[in-house]
């Protein structure tokens, strides 16, 4: 059994002879423990609750909170409250897609980029914000966050020079 | 009984139902779309929404229960204003796409919004972009076109307890996917097309092969063939727009001649070979302990659903193939050979009641050599199409017979198409071949009608025979679920994927519903009932190609070209 196989199993064990209102706590525990939701824990959650993972994947869509693919190495979360979208944060989150070509929720195929749009960060007065690693940037704009992320590759590009 | 008033005029309703069952019964039409025959309301759309005497807000009449007294009023200008207005809403992000739409003409959306007056755009959203989902053989998806009303959802759920499809997101992101948002084809959907039926829009549609059929019959070097199954000549009347569940088998005959085909074989024909091979592999099975119960094979939506959920049960799957595949194994063997035709020059079209026929047929078991069986399915609603196509008008044109060596039937094989219609045709055989005499009463009353399960003890030439009939697969689910647990009295099981059998089929008839699916098969029995050959083994050319071709049921022949094998899926449940 792979790794995290064992560790969802060992998630599962804590929920024995449990049913639907179990699912969103295991899911959390899940992502938790993992950084997301992978395919094959969907469906040993599936299996452990009796439920088609057609609904569980239904299920954890309609919660913002989670991730089915791993992150990547920079996580970008851009707020989308109402004071944030108020100063522009819209324009920001389509040119983060235009430029990482990933939506929300996604990570990039070279796993440098995934991007997260977040309800409020009660941080209206900075707004528009985005984190970058849990970083906060404030009133950050599209110029902002292009070099953000021109500063992550370059920083790879280094790493990969010196080694 | 209660009393409660409807537009002004006082009527009778049952304590307990809803403002629509009385409704419609008193033949007052109150538009809906969520709402689903035979299920819990959901009252997501709100269409059908009244107003209620008393009441500040109108009520939806799907899920509101009558009461004493109440007062009813269905046309006034606040309930046909609001109704209006959530077609309105459900046009706002809508692609306008009817002139190509697989659906116009019989689009419940495009109907209401001309029925309601919606003349002009109040609402604008901009449009999401949704892929297609062309990923499934019998399946196209086009989530552009949903209205999130939840009928494929909660057919797939809670008829045929599949759960391929649910919903997904929220807010301007709801869509219906499978899990993963995968294509159709990854997923545990097997093929049944009972959400095309009750789809309202054009987001779910047949994968159509008309245009390759059409090719096929304008080149001069190919030779088409053409088999309609049992329950097609049933039903095709609703599409040709004449009176609902008329045989129309011989003016249908005379209908694939005039479009092109050089052959028009019955898919009954093999039906009543199913039964020598079925009945055989049965007995066989009874007398050298092999494994029981056995269970039929002749609907693939089945077979895939065994193979994804159930694959401990494969061994007690019956080997033969469906009646459709084994028509096109012998076309493309007996058929080209007594013919002199090179099988990879024949053409061989099926037309079914059936979306799962489509993938049953791109399996690579049900091949020759990687000649397939049969090469392109059409839906009795593709048949319609191409009825329209050509212009050909069923009610002018004379009934033809079917061309031999495929052409003749018995009613035990036209009665395939009726649930219980399989028992029913191999207990006659069975009786036959077990006793040497034939059933007295050749009709089997307790294996006929709508019922979901039904059941039969029998005593055939000494032996006692239990058998259990099941239609949709949710019934299926339970049955296996009783054996699972050890139930043990059952010796064969018939299981037709869709409710009530192919009459109620994924590829039949659009908004098809439960009062037609049983006219339908009403035809079909009497249909058995003027019919002098009655059972399986004395059909003359099912005879005579067990002498001139295949020998003996069972035979090394039959095994090649009539049974095939089945396999575990591995796809996420
Ligand atoms: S689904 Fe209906 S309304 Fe929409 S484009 Fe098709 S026919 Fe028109
Ligand atoms: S074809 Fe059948 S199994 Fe597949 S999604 Fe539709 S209802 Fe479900
Ligand atoms: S696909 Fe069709 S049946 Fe399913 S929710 Fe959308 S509109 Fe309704
Ligand atoms: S039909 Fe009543 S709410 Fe949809």
């Known amino acids: ?163 | 009984m209660i009393g409660i008033e409807a537009n002004g005029r006082t009527v009778e309703a049952k304590a307990g139902e809803t403002i629509l069952s009385v409704l419609r019964r008193e033949g007052i039409h109150v538009p809906t779309l969520c709402h689903m025959e035979g299920l819990e309301p959901s009252g997501a759309c709100r269409l059908c929404v009244v107003e209620l005497e008393g009441s500040a807000n109108l009520v939806p009449a799907c899920s509101f229960p009558v009461s004493e007294g109440m007062k009813v009023r269905t046309g006034t200008p606040k309930v046909l204003e609001a109704r209006k207005t959530i077609v309105e809403l459900l046009l706002s992000n809508h692609p306008d796409d009817c002139l190509y739409c697989s659906r116009s003409g019989n689009c419940d959306l495009q109907k209401l919004a001309g029925d309601l007056g919606v003349r002009q755009r109040h609402y604008r959203e901009p449009r999401p972009s949704r892929e297609l989902d062309v990923s499934s053989p019998s399946i196209i998806r086009d989530p552009a076109k949903c209205i999130l009303c939840g009928r494929c959802v909660r057919v797939c759920e809670e008829v045929q307890a599949v759960s391929a499809i649910d919903f997904t997101g929220r807010g301007s992101r709801a869509m219906v996917t499978p899990a993963f948002n995968s294509g159709l084809n990854m997923s545990s959907c097997i093929n049944c097309g009972q959400c095309v039926v009750v789809c309202p829009t054009g987001a779910l549609a047949e994968r159509s092969s008309v245009q390759e059929v059409m090719d096929a019959l304008s080149d001069p070097d190919l030779t088409v063939i053409v088999q309609h199954a049992p329950a097609v000549s049933v039903s095709l009347a609703e599409e040709a727009g004449l009176k609902p569940a008329t045989d129309v088998d011989g003016k249908m005959v005379a209908a694939l001649r005039r479009i092109g085909f050089d052959r028009v074989f019955d898919t009954s024909f093999t039906a009543d070979l199913t039964i020598m091979e079925e009945g055989s592999e049965l007995v066989e099975r009874v007398n050298n302990g092999g494994v029981l119960p056995m269970l039929t094979s002749c609907s693939p939506g089945w077979i895939k659903f065994v193979e994804t959920f159930y694959p401990e049960f494969i061994p007690n799957v019956s080997t033969c193939k469906s009646p459709q595949q084994m028509l096109g194994a012998l076309v493309k063997s007996f058929f080209a050979e007594r013919e002199q035709l090179d099988p990879k020059k024949i053409v061989s079209v099926s037309i079914m009641p059936c979306t799962a026929k489509k993938f049953e047929c791109s399996r690579p078991e049900m091949a020759n050599d990687y000649v397939p069986d049969v090469d392109y399915v059409l839906t009795t609603r593709e048949l319609g199409q191409l009825l329209r196509m050509f212009g050909l008008d069923l009610a002018s044109l004379e009934p033809e017979a079917a061309d031999s060596p495929f052409g003749e039937r018995s009613s035990a094989g036209k009665i395939f198409g009726a649930s219980g219609g399989v028992m029913e045709a191999a207990v006659r055989s069975a009786h036959y071949l077990l006793t040497g005499e034939e059933l007295q009463n050749l009709k089997i009353q307790p294996l006929r009608g709508m019922a979901g399960v039904k059941e039969l003890r029998a005593n055939v030439g000494g032996v006692e025979i239990g058998a259990c009939v099941v239609s949709g697969l949710g019934n299926a689910r339970n049955l296996l679920d009783q054996i699972k647990v050890g139930r043990d009295d059952l010796h064969f099981i018939e299981v037709m994927t869709c409710p009530g059998g192919c009459v109620g089929g994924g590829g039949q008839p659009i908004g098809t519903e439960r009062d037609a699916v049983k006219s339908r098969m009403e035809t079909l029995y009497r249909i058995d009932r003027e019919e002098q050959l009655r059972v399986s083994h004395k059909n003359p050319w099912v005879l005579r190609l067990y002498e001139e071709f295949l020998g003996k049921p069972l035979s090394h022949k039959s095994h090649k070209l009539l049974h095939t094998t089945y396999d575990k899926r591995h796809v996420p449940l």
């Open chain 1, 1 to 163: 059994m792979k790794e995290s196989a064992k560790k969802v199993k060992a998630i599962l064990a804590k929920y024995p002879d449990s049913g639907r209102d179990a699912l969103i706590p295991i899911l959390q525990d899940i992502q938790d423990e993992l950084g997301y939701l992978p395919t094959s824990a969907i469906m040993q959650v599936g299996a452990h609750l009796a439920l088609p993972s057609s609904k569980i994947y239904g299920v954890a869509t309609f919660y913002n909170q989670f991730r089915f693919q791993p992150k990547g190495r920079n996580h970008i979360t851009i707020c989308r409250g109402t004071a944030c979208h108020v100063k522009g944060s819209g324009k920001l989150l389509e040119n983060a897609v235009a430029t990482l070509k990933i939506k929300p929720g996604q990570t990039s195929r070279d796993k440098l980029f995934s991007l997260e749009t977040v309800a409020c960060m009660g941080a209206c007065g900075l707004a528009p914000v985005i984190t970058v690693n849990d970083e906060f940037n404030a009133k950050a704009s599209p110029a902002k966050l292009n070099r953000l992320a021109r500063c992550c590759k370059d920083e790879i590009t280094q790493e990969r020079e010196n080694s």
